[in-house]
C-alpha cells in the first residue's frame, strides 16, 4: 500500500499577498481625462516596480521543502515480523507532525521497487531536507546493502539484486537529486532469512564505505549484527528513535547519539546501534524556536501555546548537567589522590568503570573521559610490575584488627543481577552469602588469627563488556578470590583480569569450554562443560527418547552456540538428522519467524542454546502455532521460573526435558536436601539452579586457605588446585589441571504439571 501526503512547495513562484497588493496598486490610481497621461506614467512606473518586486522574489531561493521515503516490510512469506509496519505508520506520524510530506510504502513487492524510487526521487528539488526509514529484513552480499521485497525469492545471493532494494543505489539517487540534508534511518538488521542459501551467510548488514558526501547513516544495530524486531508494538529502535526524534533544539547527531544510549541500555549491551557519514551543516527535525512561520504561508488554527515539552527539557537538561557536576567532581577527587602508581591506576579504572553514560548535551564527559584514559595509562607505566610477586602484592588483603579484633578477608562474587536473567544471578549471590554466614558464624581460624569474611559483590549484566569492568571493580577492593561469573560469555574475558592479579577465579556455572582451556592458573569451574554435557545429552535423546529429526536454535552467545555445537555433534553421531538450524538473539521474544521456518520440517525435538527468559516466550509460541515437538535445552532453562516466562504454556508429559551440569545421588543426596532447606530459611525461596555451586565455590576456596594457612592470593591459588576429596553439597570436588572436576556429573529434568521440576536421571 502506498501513501502520499500533497506538498506545497513555498517559493514556487508569486506568493497570492503580493500578487494581491500589485493588483491593488494598479488599480488604485483615478483615469479622468485631466491626469490620463500622467496616469500613463504613474501607471508604466509601477509595472516597472511590481515586475522588478516579481523578479526578485523569483530569484529568491526557495525554502528547503522536508521530504520523506517511509517503508515497513513485515509480511515475508518465509520469515514474517511483527513490528515494521507498526514502525513505519509510527514514523509517518510523527514525520508529518515534523512539517515532512511523507511517501509511505507498507510491505513493498518485487514490482514497486523502480517506480517508488523514481517517485519519490523525483519529488525532489535541489536543497531539499530528505530522510529515508526503513524497518524489516535486510541483509548484505559481499558488502553491499539490500532490503528485500516481501515477496522475494530468494534461493542464493545471485538472486538478491533482483529482489531488493539496494541501498548504495538508493542513495545515488538522492545525491543525482541534490538534496541537501540525506538522511537514512535503517531499523534493519534483523535476522537475514535466506543465510542459509548463501555462501558467505554475513549477519546484519555491512558498513558502507562510499556514500555520496553530506549523507548521514544510523543503523539500528552494528554492522555484521543483529536488532530485536520488539516484543511491544514497535522494535525496540524504532522505540526509543520515537521518543527522541521530535525534542526541541537537539542536533540530529546529538538525537541519534541519545537513541544509541537507550537501546543499548535497554538491551543490556546486546544490541548497540551505529552510526556513519555526516552532514554538511546543521539539521534539527524540531528546530530550537518555531517562531518564525514559513513565508507568506497562511497561520494554522491555534489552541495556545503548550510549554510543557519545553519545561521536560529543561528538567532533563538540570538532571544532566547535575549529572555532569558530580562526574567532575570525582574526576578532580580522583586527580587528588597522591597514592602509589599501582593505587592511581585503580583509581583511574575505578573512575572510568564508574562513569560510562554519554551526556547527550555536553562533550565534557568525553574530555574527561579521554583525561581518565591518558592518567591511566601513564600510572600502569609507572607501575610497571616486574612480575607475578609485585601483582599479588597489590591485592592481598588487608590484615589487621577489627573493632571485634578480627581479619577481614573479602571474597568477591559477581554475576547479573539486574536485567532478564537477574533471578539467577541473585540466586548465586545468595548461594555465596549463606556459605560466608556460615563460616563466620563458625569461626574460621588461620595462621594464629580469627578471621572475619566479607562478601563483595558486583553486577555484570549478562554483559561481556560489563563483566570486565566489574571484574576490575572486585579485584580493586582486595579480595582473596572471585566466585562467578554465571555466564560464559562474561566468565571468559573477566578471567583475564583474574589472570593478571593472580587471584582465584571459582565459576559455579559457565559451561563454555573455552574458560578453563586457555592455560589460566587462576580458572576453575565446578560443573561439567557444554561439550560433555551436551554430548552425553545429544546421545540421550538419540537413545533414550527416540529422537530421529532434530532442529536446533542458538541465542547467539558464547553460551548458546557451544551447546548446540556440541549437541549437534552428538546426535549427528548417533544416527539422528538435523532439519534445520537457526539463531534468535537473547533479548528477544518473538520467534514466530524461526518457528514459522523449522514447522515446515516436522521435527520431533527442538534443542535450544540459550537462557529461561528466551525459552520461555519460545515454548509458548511453539505451543500456538501446533509444533508438537520436544523442547530440549541445557541448564539455561532448567529453572523454576521457565512455565512463569512461557506464560502458561504447560511443560509436562515429558515434553520439555533439560540438564544440569552436577547433580547428585547416593551419598550426597542428603546434604543437598539439607541445603536446600537452609537456603529457603534464610531467603523465603527456593533454589533456582547454580546456589549450591556458589555455596560450594565459598567454601571449598576458604579450605583452600586453611590448608594453606594463609589468605596470600598466591598460596591459597596452590592449594586450591591441589583439592581432593572435598565433600561439597554439589558432590565430591577435585580438579585436573585445566582447573576442571575431575568426576562431574549431569542431571536431567522434567517438569510436574504447574511447572515443578522433576529430577529424572544423573549421567556420570
Known amino acids: 500500500m502506498q501513501h502520499f501526503a500533497q506538498s506545497t512547495r513555498p517559493g514556487g513562484g508569486l506568493p497570492m499577498a503580493a500578487k494581491g497588493q500589485a493588483d491593488t496598486v494598479l488599480a488604485s490610481q483615478p483615469s479622468t481625462p485631466s491626469n490620463t497621461a500622467m496616469s500613463s506614467i504613474l501607471a508604466s512606473h509601477r509595472l516597472l516596480v511590481g515586475l522588478g518586486l516579481l523578479l526578485l522574489l523569483q530569484a529568491l531561493p526557495a525554502q528547503a521543502a522536508r521530504l520523506a521515503l517511509v517503508i515497513g516490510n513485515a509480511a515475508y512469506a518465509d520469515s514474517p515480523l511483527r513490528n515494521p509496519v507498526n514502525d513505519a505508520r509510527a514514523v509517518e506520524a510523527k514525520l508529518q507532525q515534523l512539517g515532512f510530506t511523507v ?8 514490482a514497486q521497487i523502480g517506480r517508488t524510487v523514481s517517485g519519490f526521487a523525483s519529488r525532489i528539488r535541489p536543497g531539499d531536507d530528505v530522510v529515508v526509514f526503513y524497518a524489516g529484513h535486510g541483509l548484505q552480499v559481499r558488502g553491499v546493502n539490500y532490503l528485500p521485497a516481501v515477496d522475494a525469492e530468494i534461493q542464493n545471493e545471485d538472486d538478491v539484486p533482483l529482489n531488493s532494494l539496494n541501498v548504495g543505489s538508493l542513495l545515488e539517487r538522492l545525491d543525482e537529486a541534490k538534496a541537501g540534508v540525506k538522511l537514512l534511518i535503517l531499523d534493519a538488521c534483523r535476522n537475514n532469512p535466506y543465510a542459509r542459501g548463501f555462501r558467505s551467510a ?50 540530529v547527531e546529538l538525537m541519534l547519539k541519545r537513541v544509541a544510549a537507550a537501546v543499548e541500555r535497554v538491551s543490556q549491551g546486546q544490541q548497540e546501534p551505529w552510526g556513519e557519514g555526516s552532514l554538511k551543516g546543521d539539521f534539527y527535525f524540531r528546530p530550537p524556536s518555531s517562531a518564525t512561520a514559513p513565508a507568506l504561508v497562511p497561520p494554522t488554527a491555534s489552541t495556545g501555546i503548550s510549554l510543557e515539552d519545553l519545561q521536560r527539557e529543561e528538567a532533563s537538561r538540570q538532571a544532566w548537567n547535575g549529572w555532569q557536576q558530580r562526574m567532575k567532581a570525582d574526576f578532580d577527587k580522583t586527580t587528588g589522590f597522591s597514592g602509589s602508581s ?22 565534557e564527559d568525553d574530555d574527561l573521559r579521554q583525561q581518565a584514559r ?19 602484592a597489590m591485592i592481598t588483603p588487608p590484615v589487621g584488627s577489627l573493632s571485634t579484633g578480627k581479619t577481614l578477608v573479602r571474597i568477591g562474587h559477581v554475576g547479573p543481577t539486574s536485567g532478564a536473567i537477574a533471578h539467577l544471578g541473585l540466586d548465586n549471590e545468595n548461594g555465596a552469602r549463606l556459605a560466608i554466614e556460615e563460616a563466620n558464624a563458625a569461626g574460621v581460624r588461620i595462621g594464629g588469627r580469627e578471621l572475619r569474611f566479607e562478601l563483595v ?62 592455560g589460566f592458573r587462576t580458572t576453575f569451574r565446578l560443573i561439567t562443560d557444554d561439550q560433555h554435557a ?28 557451544g ?30 519467524a524461526i518457528l514459522t521456518s523449522l514447522k515446515a520440517r516436522r521435527p520431533d525435538v527442538v534443542f535450544f542454546g540459550g537462557m529461561d527468559s528466551v525459552a520461555g516466550p519460545l515454548l509458548r509460541q511453539m505451543r500456538q502455532m501446533g509444533i508438537d515437538a520436544r523442547l530440549l535445552g541445557g541448564d539455561g532453562i532448567c529453572s523454576g521460573e521457565l512455565v512463569k516466562l512461557a506464560g502458561g504454556a504447560d511443560p509436562v508429559d515429558g515434553r520439555v526435558l533439560c540438564y544440569e551440569s552436577g547433580g547428585v545421588d547416593g ?23 547454580y546456589a549450591p555451586y556458589t555455596y560450594d565455590a565459598v567454601r571449598v576456596l576458604i579450605d583452600a586457605m586453611r590448608r594453606a594457612d594463609s589468605i596470600e592470593p598466591a598460596r591459597v591459588l596452590q592449594a586450591l588446585a591441589r583439592t581432593t576429596g572435598y565433600k561439597g553439597v554439589t558432590g565430591p570436588i577435585a580438579f585436573d589441571d585445566k582447573g576442571d572436576l575431575v568426576r562431574a556429573s549431569l542431571t536431567l529434568y522434567g517438569f510436574r504439571r504447574g511447572g515443578e521440576r522433576q529430577a529424572q536421571a544423573v549421567l556420570h
Open 103 to 110: 511517501h509511505k510504502v507498507e510491505n513493498l513487492k518485487r
Open 202 to 251: 554475513s549477519r546484519g548488514l555491512a558498513r558502507v564505505a562510499d556514500a555520496p558526501g553530506g549523507t548521514l547513516m544510523h543503523f539500528a544495530t552494528r554492522p555484521g549484527s543483529v536488532a530485536a524486531d520488539g516484543s511491544g508494538a514497535n522494535g525496540l529502535y524504532t522505540t526509543e528513535l520515537l521518543k527522541a526524534i521530535d525534542l526541541p533544539g537537539v542536533p
Open 342 to 363: 599501582d593505587l592511581q591506576a585503580m583509581a583511574w579504572d575505578r573512575f572510568l568503570g564508574l562513569w560510562t553514560e554519554d551526556n547527550p548535551i555536553s562533550r
Open 374 to 392: 591518558q592518567r591511566l595509562d601513564a600510572a600502569r607505566r609507572l607501575a610497571a610490575p616486574s612480575g607475578p610477586s609485585s601483582q599479588v
Open 457 to 518: 559483590t558486583d553486577d555484570d549484566g549478562a554483559d561481556p563488556k560489563s563483566g570486565v569492568e566489574a571484574a576490575r571493580r572486585v579485584v580493586a577492593q582486595g579480595v582473596v578470590g572471585v566466585v562467578g561469573h554465571l555466564n560464559s560469555g562474561t566468565s571468559i574475558p573477566a578471567s583475564a583480569v583474574y589472570q593478571q592479579a593472580g587471584i582465584a577465579q571459582i565459576s559455579p556455572s559457565a559451561t563454555n569450554p573455552k574458560l578453563t582451556r586457555q
Open 534 to 561: 551436551s554430548e552425553a545429552f545429544g546421545r540421550y535423546a538419540v537413545q533414550q527418547l527416540g529422537a530421529r529429526k532434530i532442529a536446533l536454535i542458538d541465542d547467539r552467545t558464547a553460551y548458546g552456540v
Open 563 to 592: 551447546v548446540v555445537d556440541a549437541f549437534e555433534r552428538a546426535v549427528k553421531a548417533a544416527g539422528a538428522e538435523v532439519v534445520g538450524r537457526e539463531f534468535t538473539n537473547d533479548p528477544a521474544t518473538d520467534h514466530t
Open 667 to 689: 551419598e550426597f543426596t542428603a546434604p543437598m536436601v539439607d541445603f536446600k532447606r537452609r537456603y529457603k530459611a534464610r531467603f523465603g525461596m527456593d533454589v533456582q539452579i
